[in-house]
């Protein structure tokens, strides 16, 4: 307005844009990323406020882009776009992830797979079973969950499985699920459970590479583990 000063959110936000612009998203610690992001859903405003409460809810920019739009709605000062806009960047991440791994040998981009499978189900908050289907190069043909749980147990069917990787004409899968206790050790059931697929699986001519236990920091593999 004529005769008054601007705000001073007003030039932080371009000082945050610039920062960002020379020196790439490293340039801003998680918090100042968070308000970055939230200056697009908020038009006016210091957002700063709402983005350290962010931080302090859910502890990391990962648990903040993979928090559940309920959750987000409970911190103060978001109002009703940001947290759409906060599942934007998890969406948009989850794909860019995914088009790593898809038509592309699995088994010698593993790192990428479970870069995917992390962000897809590890801060999940019930189990899910995740099978990934194979071509004989060993190439990403899709992914699907299976099925869903509770916090400590998801229903797995092995029969379900090996029909499955029929009607996609795979050869191989790799099975994936997570563990919300954050613990990636294999469990008697899992161990169980993963010798029963791989069953059934060799029965119509399918490959278990690998069943893989994910958590948001980490990650287990029963093959590595001398499980399977």
Known sequence: MTGESKPGY?????????????????????????ELL??????????KPAAKALMKRFGTFDGVVNASVDDLRTVK????????????VRAAADRL???????????????????YCRLSMGFE???????????RK???????????????????????????????NA??????HNHPSGDPTPSRADIAMTKEIV???????????????IVRDSHASLRALGLM
């Open 10 to 34: 007003v030039d932080h936000r371009k000082r945050l844009r610039q920062r960002f612009l020379d020196g790439g998203p490293d340039a801003l610690p998680d918090y100042e990323l968070l």
């Open 38 to 47: 939230l200056t697009m859903a908020i038009p006016r405003g210091d957002v």
């Open 77 to 88: 000062g978001l109002g009703e776009v940001s947290p759409v806009a906060i599942k934007v």
């Open 97 to 115: 992830l995914r088009s790593e791994v898809t038509g592309k040998p699995v088994l010698s981009s593993f790192e990428s797979v479970i870069d």
């Open 125 to 135: 908050e019930r189990e899910q079973f995740r099978v990934l289907f194979l071509d």
């Open 138 to 168: 060993n190439n990403l043909l899709t992914d699907e969950v299976q099925q869903k749980g509770t916090v400590d147990h998801a229903p797995v069917y092995p029969r379900e499985v090996a029909r499955r990787s029929i009607e996609l």
């Open 171 to 176: 050869t191989a899968v790799i099975l994936v």
């Open 199 to 213: 069953a059934a699986a060799k029965a119509v001519g399918v490959t278990v590479h690998d069943h893989i236990v």
